[in-house]
């Protein structure tokens, strides 16, 4: 457990190892008669108890309390206490393991790390809170994010308001990293997080032949194809094959909100789509989804904005983007035939989505915009049926493979003129100040220092109420009913527990309702 | 002994989307598909022509019809899950008579059968429920049935309106005594989805089909499985009795149709025209001695068969 490199978290690493240390002290000492069986524990500090007044029972904006409660192993005639136990272990190594590396983890990172024990999101979303509140830290000291949104990777250059280049301030989650493979300057298949676009003046996207949006970076498991233990990502897989880099198509972007987009993502992928030199047009735009009624409602929120409330954000719509996939031909073609090569069925969430999606959407309409996934809707009803995209990861040359046919099929080549590339004049595209009012309150939520509400800090990093959507609310609902469905996971939790972070959940949601956008994940 | 079909008409772009389910009558042919209107094709003219259009009949898309042996009644579901009842006119044009919403918001109404008459509408629905409605009490859900929860993919009404048949997603059959309201039999099914069920003529056989890409035939009053055929390579999506019951005809999803002989337990002749889905397949009313069949899907056409004769 013990780290030898110098980290800026040293103090956070310093507070977990003792933790770890206690605990083998106590095994060590275990046939020492002297002492207590209830000796191994974790130290939990206690939250004061704030009335349900309405006020948001954050964890932060409780007065720190000095009185502490122990989570003992075993805790005799306490059984879910050897759960809680077990959890805050693995959610402690964990963080550990993210600190030392120094990378940033979300919330549903850990939770996709061991959904078996975990049971529900709410799980890891309580005990990473209520770990931070005990170490007197911001959840991100512990290398932890709500749901980091954006990710990119590829070649372009950012050029901010004050004439600096990009750069990366240690621990912000949204910074992005110049990355560029000419010039050898930084070179880097490693994603980046996306910037916040109010901190973007311009993009230099010279030499990109194609930009492509994928619904997400880490798939959801899914029975017998992909173990929960190890999620596989085709963002990050995509990203360290450096498709972006080294494709037979060309150098290319690629940009994922990990789900449905926030703001900033949107914000980021408009920026990029209008980057392009004033005399040329724009690289195609391709969206990669899963064949499911949820990849279509996720490209059609970067496209048409969301279903219910695309006039609002009708600034961010991207209209270019073309479907590269998945599609039923790339599913269905093989089957019929053979066994189910990745088929998933859809359950009663996925058919209502789908029917919601055909009834209540514009461009969903006969004759309009889309009658393609208009189409493909029917299908996946039809045959009741769905894919996720990493089915593509079983054809020939994976993911990757099939992408960068893909791209070539649709006709995508480089820029010819290499001239262009170093008389490229950027193009300065700002974004109307007024459109995000909000932009300071949220560049604090992402300092460390400020001990803001986690869920706050998620959802600043969106402009707030452009995205309330009752939609997405329904579906969130739904999909934690889903989570009892799986064998009533709740009744685990510690119910006192849950049932404070419920009502904080609650009324975070009514405080802040584009938080529903993130909550979407869950 | 095999037998030859020949392609006799085929109705280019009958739809703008795929065609998801046909029904006939003695002289008509009802398409349904991705877009908001059911056409009907006259069936008793050498080129089919186009005879009524029944526009924004489901705004969504329609993805089953039925028609009552006797042609009187129609019956269409859209994707918004809304059955709409049509009755016939003297001069052969189609009304809306009624409409049907399941009221269990849980439910969804998906397959749909007609009894003879058509009185009584039979659905069901995504929770596996089987419900059925009387069409001349104003639509009055006069029977549920419950299964053990999987989506009903597949049902059908003996003609003479005894049972109601079920398919299911989890490979479940089911037959319902309509009278007693309780359940005859659970088949033992097929594992994976039944996409089509369908009662021989007289009621004594159920053919039931899907992913498992063979078709169980049942003997309806014992239960038992007394046949299996097989010969289709992909999902059977579709299967239809010819009137006399000597013949039964599956579509699938590669593409092709075949026509099986009952007695022999054969395929005596495999059709495909176009590699795309076949979402139903339909035999045709009897001109002469020669049977025929409509087939469509996924290429948005609409293809008729006859059998060659003088062979």
Partial sequence: MASYQRHANAEVIAKIEAIFENIADSLLNEENPYVPVNDIFIPLRNKKHTPLNGNAPSLFDAEPSNGFTNVSFPAKGRPKEAWRFTVLIRILDLMHEALCDNVIVSKRNIYYKDPALFKTQLTVDYYVDIIAYTFGVSRLALNVTAAAKGLVAGNFILKRPDGTQAYRKPGVVCTLQRIRNSYGAHRSSQPQLIDDPHDVQAIDISGVAWILVIEKEVCLWSKGVFSADDPQSTFRTLASSNLQQSSRAGNGIMLTAKGYPDISTRSFLRLLSGSHDLDSISPPIYALTDFDPDGLAIMSTYKHGSFKLSHESAGLNVPGIQWLGVKSQDVLAGNGQNEYNGLLRLNARNRKKAVDMLERSEILQEGSKEEEWRHELQIMLMLNVKAEMEVLAEGEGGVKGWVEKKLLVNGTSLPADEDLLETHQLADITLGEDRFPSRQANEEDFLLDTHGTPEMSAVGEGSPSLEADEDLLDTYQMADTAFADEGSPISQLDEDLLETHQVGDMSLAEEASPGLEWDEEL | ?311
């Fill in chain 2, 1 to 311: 002994m095999s037998k030859q079909y020949l392609t006799t008409h085929t109705i280019d772009h009958a739809h703008p989307t795929d065609i998801f389910s046909l029904s006939t009558t003695a002289s008509q042919i009802l398409s349904s598909s991705g877009s908001s209107s059911i056409r009907v094709h006259s069936t008793n003219q050498p080129d089919f022509p186009l005879f009524q259009t029944l526009d924004n009949a489901h705004k969504l898309g329609c993805h089953h019809t039925a028609i009552s042996t006797n042609g009187q009644v129609a019956a269409s579901v859209g994707f918004e899950g809304e059955v709409k009842i049509w009755a016939v006119r003297d001069d052969g044009r189609w009304s809306e008579r009624t409409k049907i919403v399941d009221d269990n918001k849980a439910g969804e109404i998906w397959s749909i059968a007609l009894s003879e008459d058509g009185q009584y509408l039979a659905a069901t629905s995504f929770d596996g429920r089987i419900n059925v409605w009387d069409n001349l009490a104003d639509g009055v859900k006069i029977r549920e049935f419950e299964t053990k929860g999987s989506f009903g993919m597949s049902i059908d009404l003996s003609v003479n309106g005894r049972f109601t048949a079920s398919g299911h997603e989890n490979g479940g059959i089911y037959i319902f005594n309509n009278d007693t309201g309780r359940l005859f039999h659970s088949l033992p099914g097929l594992v994976k989805p039944v996409r089509a069920v369908a009662f021989s003529p007289r009621g004594t056989l159920l053919a039931a089909a899907g992913d498992s890409r063979v078709i169980a035939l049942y003997d309806v009053s014992s239960g038992d499985q007394v046949a299996t055929l097989t010969g289709h390579g992909a999902w059977i999506l579709s299967l239809d009795w010819s009137d006399s019951g000597e013949y039964l005809l599956s579509g699938a999803f590669d593409g092709k149709v075949k026509v099986w002989s009952i007695e022999q337990r054969t395929c005596v002749a495999t059709h495909r025209e176009t590699e795309k889905t076949l979402w139903s397949v339909k035999w045709l009313p009897k001109t002469g001695k020669n049977e025929g069949f409509a087939t469509a899907g996924a290429n948005r056409s609409i293809s008729f068969y006859r059998e060659a004769t003088g062979g």
